[in-house]
């Protein structure tokens, strides 16, 4: 009886916390599409311009279309962080540097570019004529990247 009642707490635990994982990823989710469809019109008919001309205090991306920014946000960043706009972003004052997040977002994308560009390239035997890493190579979907495997 004892094993049973442990099991089912066990599964119990394991639905709610699947339940609140799912939620959590809804809610960024739902947050974010807001934003996107927010942004994506007040930019309308300048998404093929540069991302420089169309948004203020663009560092990195400059040349990229404002359209094409957006979607390295949503899918580069965003997801493969599993977070929100807000997580480096002050909602209505996107330009600000206000959190320390979007800075670090770009000291590790200026890593990614010396990864890609110089590192890998020096490394013989790769299995690939033309490796990379990107966010989620570390990250997978969480802030922190994954410094551990999973148990077997």
Same mark, same amino acid.
């Given at each position: *009886? +004892?094993?049973? @009642?442990?099991?089912?707490? !066990?599964?119990?635990?394991?639905?709610? +916390?699947?339940?609140?994982?799912?939620? =959590?990823?809804?809610?960024?989710?739902?947050?974010?599409?807001?934003?996107?469809?927010?942004?994506?019109?007040?930019?309308?008919?300048?998404?093929?311009?540069?991302? #420089?001309? /169309?948004?203020?205090?663009?560092?990195?991306?400059?040349?990229?279309? !404002? +359209?094409?920014?957006?979607?390295?946000?949503?899918?580069?960043?965003? =997801?493969? @962080?599993? /977070?929100?706009?807000?997580?480096? $972003? /002050?909602?209505?004052?996107?330009?600000?540097?206000?959190?320390?997040?979007?800075? /670090?977002?770009?000291?590790?994308? !200026? *890593?990614?570019?010396?990864?890609?560009?110089? @590192? %890998?390239?020096?490394?013989?035997?790769? =299995?690939?004529?033309?490796?990379?890493?990107?966010?989620?190579?570390? $990250? =997978? +979907?969480?802030?922190?990247? #994954? %410094?551990?495997?999973?148990?077997?």
């Amino acid at each position: *009886m +004892g094993s049973r @009642l442990t099991l089912i707490a !066990a599964l119990i635990f394991l639905f709610c +916390g699947t339940m609140a994982a799912q939620s =959590r990823a809804d809610s960024i989710n739902t947050e974010k599409q807001a934003f996107l469809e927010a942004i994506s019109k007040q930019i309308a008919e300048n998404e093929s311009k540069p991302a #420089a001309e /169309v948004f203020k205090n663009i560092k990195m991306l400059k040349e990229a279309t !404002a +359209g094409r920014l957006l979607s390295v946000m949503n899918f580069g960043y965003s =997801r493969s @962080l599993g /977070v929100s706009c807000t997580h480096c $972003h /002050v909602p209505g004052k996107w330009e600000s540097d206000e959190k320390p997040a979007k800075q /670090v977002a770009r000291d590790m994308a !200026a *890593m990614v570019g010396k990864i890609n560009g110089e @590192l %890998l390239a020096g490394i013989d035997n790769l =299995r690939t004529s033309n490796p990379t890493v990107n966010c989620t190579t570390c $990250h =997978r +979907g969480q802030t922190q990247p #994954a %410094l551990s495997l999973p148990p077997r």
